[in-house]
């Protein structure tokens, strides 16, 4: 099996963001690529034009600071750079799609709204008189 | 979709807490303006008035210091930035319970407490003799 | 609701420990107040007394080292925060109640003894030939 | 037991990986031995050779900057460091097989998309109607 | 309860390990007393002798850098602290075990075997098919 490296080596810019406190490293084409007119993208895309927003404060160490929840933030993180939604057990679905929903990524918010939905049918489904 | 970045981008003072040994970075409207009368909201309110606390210490990097737990700490924070409480499988709601009374965040205690009796009463419907 | 802020923001001396390569930010009132005769509020004393033992070294960033596990010392320091008991699932009791004994929490033995042994007879009711 | 020291303790060159903002070291032998093939490997092997990636950027502190997930990457590299697959419970093993494959750890794909199998199988008889 | 502080607070030799990429801190002692043959141990041992290993590279910060899994050796180092193996549930024993052979820590070795064995069998008898 030999992948292709070319989107890994080739020239790219590295972006570190602060979210509530916690350092994420990706690169800006991560974040501006799958989903291009979510609220994520337009504050990292460069090109001039109507939809940008302007980027958030830095912290001391240059990250971009994002004021919201770094656990949920992970998989939304990991689904820009692969496409694929991959949850560990444990992690609450509810708290994923409310960071999907304000960061704009729409083509996750239907997965989690159906994820969602059956976790909540399993609770009720549990044996509690 | 495209939700309005004017609460994501506009100007803010950005705040860091040192929670037990853990940092937060968070703002300062997140922690005030939700519950204004919570102890947490008086402590970082700038405006002059009779009820707000001074501010606890700094550490070395300038983050506020706060002797609590910072696994418990991190769902409250979250309810404040966007107004759920999510929890993980596996955190104890008790302990979430005991930080949302510390810090004052009165609209989570009622939906805390109900959450912990209900892990009380499955825990005394476990079979074990 | 309205807590009284006084032990919040008055004048507090903080500590940080290093335990085990972990750091935990404190109070010196926090590892003192609630078990004063127990091994860690000797270490952190001031008053002179017979009862005292000598600190711990430190390290290059001025925690005190203590050659102990962090997983299971975190729930005995919220214990000596708010003197409530409280361990995530998955949490081996029988870590804590180590760590306990060894700093001396005599108050939390009985309880993690007794928790303990339940785990365990969970453990042997499991259908395991 | 007296295991040898000779590959603990030789001269070796040590690297550091930022996997998506988290910090690995281990040794370019590592890196190499197992998979000389994949994309992994081929990034930091030194021989001049038709095969070879040329690196990518290091951040302020010299790790190697890769855009991927440091969760799932963590069972990856203990497998190339001793040749076993080792995942802990709540692990979702699509997550591991997914950066197997951006890697390149062929030998590593059968196993995970055969755990994988078996996962979804398990889901599918949980009583949900 | 009283216990004696003489191993807390005497002269010690404090050393970090830079495990996988994080830190662990502990004490020559720790490392070396209970299980004096085995590989950890020659290493940390002053003493000049046969048996001796010459020390791991360190990193910028001084910890002796070993290139293996910081996540199952954490149980280890806790067991070299106070003799006891605890493992937290969702821990894979392989993990911990494969570490355990790797680092020459015989007395662990069957004890560890015996659990991996156990759930094996646990895992056989879930109800798949």
Redesign the interface.
């Known amino acids: ?3 292709e ?1 070319g989107d ?2 080739s020239e ?1 810019e ?1 972006v ?1 963001l ?1 979210v ?8 800006r084409m ?1 974040l501006t690529a799958k989903e291009p ?3 994520l993208s ?2 990292f895309t460069i090109d001039s034009g109507q ?1 940008n ?5 830095v ?1 001391s160490s240059g990250a971009y ?1 994002i ?3 770094p ?2 933030f ?1 998989p939304i ?2 689904y820009l ?2 496409g ?1 939604l ?7 679905v ?2 994923v799609l ?1 960071e999907a ?2 960061f ?1 990524i ?1 083509s996750l ?1 239907p997965q989690l709204e159906s994820l969602a939905d ?1 976790e909540k ?2 609770k009720k ?5």
């Open positions: 099996y030999i992948s490296g890994f080596c790219r590295w570190t602060n509530g406190g916690k350092l994420f490293t990706t690169t991560t007119f979510s609220m337009r504050m939809f927003l302007s980027p958030s404060s912290d600071l004021d919201r929840s656990t949920y992970e993180l990991n750079r692969h694929k991959i949850l560990d057990a444990g992690v609450n509810q708290g409310e929903q304000f704009g729409e918010v059956d049918l399993k489904q549990q044996p509690l008189t």
